[in-house]
Nanobody, 121 residues
Framework: VQLQASGGGLVQAGGSLRLSCASS????????VGWYHQAPGQQRELVSTISEFGTKNYADSVKGRFTISRDNAKNSLDLQMSTLKPEDTAVYYC????????????????WGQGTLVTVSS
């Protein structure tokens, strides 16, 4: 599974950005997908995930500001980010994990190359 993230950029605090992730996988619907970010000198952290069945999960820091969505027909996922804060500055990575019908020991994690989001104060 190959993932290609896009949509990062420089935005002022309070602004919005929409990240997109396109996949080479023709059945991305079989995977849990999500977004993670990594700030300089920090570990990669979960931002939001959406399961194969549509269940969404958000980090507390982005609840109410970010919205994750997936388009199984297009094998893609998006992250709408609003009311951005300087602390949201990071490289954002899309992720796919699965497929769901495999045993946990056989599932794989796939990562996109990352897209940089910079929020200025």
């Amino acid at each position: 599974v190959q993932l290609q993230a896009s949509g990062g950029g420089l935005v002022q605090a309070g602004g919005s950005l929409r990240l997109s992730c396109a996949s080479s996988e023709s059945s991305l619907s079989n995977y849990a997908v999500g977004w993670y970010h990594q700030a300089p000198g920090q570990q990669r952290e979960l931002v939001s995930t959406i399961s194969e069945f549509g269940t969404k999960n958000y980090a507390d820091s982005v609840k109410g500001r970010f919205t994750i969505s997936r388009d199984n027909a297009k094998n893609s996922l998006d992250l709408q980010m609003s009311t951005l804060k300087p602390e949201d500055t990071a490289v954002y990575y899309c992720n796919a994990y699965g497929p769901w019908h495999y045993a946990d020991s056989a599932k794989n994690n796939y990562w996109g190359q990352g897209t940089l989001v910079t929020v200025s104060s």
